[in-house]
């Protein structure tokens, strides 16, 4: 059975601070990892990551993916109050694709 | 160019009742999935399609059917509502394949069953 996990599962921190998200995956026939920022509605996209050590930078956030260990990281650098949410990870095999639980993060002024 | 869209946003059933939850896409993608979300979990999913014609389960099928007759539809029914399905319930679509695996969501239903 696929699986996803994530950690912390919260976590608070002050403005400024820098924070990093793990995602832990066994699935077979990987596809793809994805990194979705969910406030109080629908998921929003923020990274795709389909091959090993390749960094993907948007602004703050940043993301890596190991395929052989299995996992990915998402950073956000320089935290603000507006990058307080949840943070799901999401593998993709052929067809289907399976979510971990996220991570909620709370940046307090 | 509207994307996923949902109907209904809200719904109150009773146990027992039957609904069908309308998901559209007009972006002609191939793949279509359904998720619920309860609350501080991740997304399950329900059942995906990747064509019209073609639908299979996900991890928590059980109460549910869809059905997929054309690319841009995909409803889900649920028959016989039952307080565990009360939930957030989200669509998704995504092309086939291709640069790009993202999934772009729907704005959700909200059921509640009591």
């Known amino acids: 059975e696929d699986k996803v996990v994530q950690s912390p599962l919260s976590l608070v921190v002050h403005e400024g601070d820098t924070v990093t998200l793990n995602c832990s995956y066994e699935?077979?026939?990987?596809?793809?990892l994805l990194w979705y920022k969910q406030e109080k509605k629908a998921p929003t996209f923020l990274f795709m990551l389909?091959?090993?050590?390749i960094e993907k930078k948007s602004g703050r956030l940043s993301s890596i993916l190991d395929k052989k260990e299995l996992f990915s990281i998402l950073n956000i650098t320089a935290t603000q109050t507006g990058d307080s949410a949840v943070y799901l990870c999401a593998v993709l095999n052929a067809g289907k694709s399976t979510f971990g639980d996220g991570t909620t993060l709370t940046v307090k002024p | 160019n509207a994307g996923v869209t949902q109907t209904p946003k809200f719904r109150i059933l009773k146990i027992g009742q039957s609904m069908t939850l309308q998901c559209a896409q007009d972006?002609?993608?191939?793949?279509m999935y359904w998720y619920r979300q309860d609350p501080g979990m991740g997304l399950k999913l329900i059942y995906y399609?990747?064509?019209?014609?073609?639908?299979d389960k996900g991890e928590v099928p059980n109460g549910y059917n869809v059905s997929r007759s054309t690319t841009e539809d995909f409803p889900l029914r649920l028959e016989l509502a039952a307080p565990s399905q009360t939930s957030v319930y989200f669509c998704?679509?995504?092309?086939?394949?291709?640069?790009?695996?993202?999934?772009?969501f729907g704005p959700g239903t909200r059921l509640t069953v009591t």
């Open positions: 998704a679509s995504r092309n086939w394949a291709g640069s790009s695996y993202e999934q772009y």
């Open positions: 399609s990747v064509g019209a014609g073609i639908t």
């Open positions: 972006m002609n993608h191939n793949y």
């Open positions: 699935v077979t026939n990987f596809r793809s």
């Open positions: 389909t091959s090993s050590g």
